[in-house]
C-alpha cells in the first residue's frame, strides 16, 4: 500500500466492531486502515490520502466531531461517514450539516455500510478530480480565460503567442459562442501594446450610426451632433480595436475602413482633416467572408487586408476532453458569484455534458453550467440539474472501460473503433477527438483490416 493511494480509515474504539468493517471493506476490494484511536486517526488525516473516513462519534479523547473537523481543514477531499446508535441519530444530523457526506446507524447491517463507503469513495474521486482540474486551470494561465488543452486550442494558443507582438491584423473565425472576443482580448494582453482593448459589434449598432461610433463626428455634422466626438478608433488609440461581425459591415463602410487601414488616419463624420491612430485591427466573424464576397455583401480588397493572419477556433464539440475543464472552470466562477458550495460534477452529470454536441458552443456550456449552480440543492451538480436535451444526450455513456492489464494494441484498436462509432464513420472527426491525423486511422484501419484477414485465414 502506498501514500498515493485513496484508502478506507475506520475509527472505532470498539475492537469487535473495528474487526468486522476491516474485513467488510477489504473483502469488497478496498484498501482499509483501521485504528481504535481518535488522535492517531487524526495524524493520518493530516498525512495520508483518504477516500473515506468512516468513523464512530462517540469516542474517548477525539471523538468523531472533532475528526471532522480536522477534515475540513486539511482534507477537503476526503468523505466523511459516521456510525451512530439509534438513541444519537440528532448528533449524527449536526455531523451532516458540519459536512459529514452519510451516516449509518448501529447495530450496522453490511450492505448499508458497503453502499455508503461505495458511493463516499465515488465523491471522494469526484472532488479530488475537481481539485486535480482546479489546479491545471491555474497552470495553464497563458491567457487566463482560454481554457483548453485539445490539439486543436493548442495550435490555436501557440499560433496567439507567436503573432501577438506584431502589428498586422489578425482575423478570428468560427462559430458563434466560440470565444473569438476571449481570443482578441489575449492577442491584445500577450501584445504589450498600453493603450485600451475596445470592442464593436458591427451588427449591433443601426448603420446609420456606425460611422460615427467608428470615426467620431464633428459638433453639427448631423442631426443629434451637438458637440464633437471621438469614434473607437480615436479611443483605441496605442491599443487594440476587435470589429466583431465584421461581415456586417455595410458595404459602403468598407471602403472607408479599408482606407483607415492603409493610411493609419480617421475623418471625423463632418470633418475635413484627417487624424492620425496607432490602433492594432482584430477582425471576428462566424460568416463565410469567400461566400460573402462571391454575393458582392465583401470587399475581396478588404478581406485580404483584414485576413493577413487568420485563426479558426474550433467548435467545442470538435475539443475532445476540454469540456470537463471548461465546465470545471465555470462551475467555480458562477458558486463564487452566487454564493454557494457548489465543487464537484457528479459523473454521470459529466457523461452528459461530454456527449452533447453543443451547438451553441463554450458560450452554451458557460449558461448550463450557470443555470446548474443556482439549481444545484448541495455541493453536488447532478443530472437533474442539467436542461433535458443535454441530461438526455444520445451516447450519453461514451467512457470506455477497459481491464487492468488489457494488452496496448488492444486498447489502441477499442478506442479507435469506438470514437468512429461515436461520429458515425467520420475520420476527420475521429482524428481530431483522438489527437492524431487522419492518414494515422487509415494507417491503423487498413493494419486491422489484414489482421482480421490472417486471422480468417488461420
Known sequence: MTDNQPVVLVVDDDAANLRSLEKILSREGMTVSAVADGQEAARMLRTRRIGVLLTDLMMPGVDGMELLRTVSAHSSHTAVVVMTAYGTVETAVAAMKEGAYDFITKPLRRAEVVRSVTRGMERSRLRAENESLLQELERAGRSREIIGSSPMMRRCLDLVERVAPARTTVMLLGESGTGKEVFARALHRMSGRSGPFIAVNCAAIPDN?????????????????????????????????????????????????LRVLQEGEVERVGGSRPSPVDVRVLAATNRVLEDEIAA??????????????????????????????????????????????VSVISSDAMEALVAYRWPGNVRELENVIERAVVLARGTDVTLADLPTKVAQAEGGSRILHIPVGTPFEEIERLALVETLKMTGGDKRRAAVLLGIAVRTIYRKLEGMERDGEQGAEG
Do not use: C, M, W
Open 296 to 341: 458582392g455583401r465583401f470587399r475581396q480588397d478588404l478581406y485580404y487586408r483584414l485576413n493577413v493572419i487568420s485563426i479558426e477556433l474550433p467548435p467545442l464539440r470538435e475539443r475532445g476532453g476540454d469540456v470537463p475543464r471548461l465546465a470545471h472552470h465555470f462551475l467555480r466562477r458562477y458558486a463564487s458569484v452566487n454564493g454557494k458550495d
Open 209 to 257: 450610426l456606425l460611422e460615427s461610433e467608428l470615426f467620431g463626428h464633428e459638433k453639427g455634422a448631423f442631426t443629434g451632433a451637438v458637440s464633437r466626438r471621438d469614434g473607437r478608433f480615436q479611443l483605441a488609440h496605442g491599443g487594440t480595436l476587435l470589429l466583431d461581425e465584421i461581415g456586417d459591415l455595410p458595404l459602403p463602410l468598407q471602403g472607408k475602413l
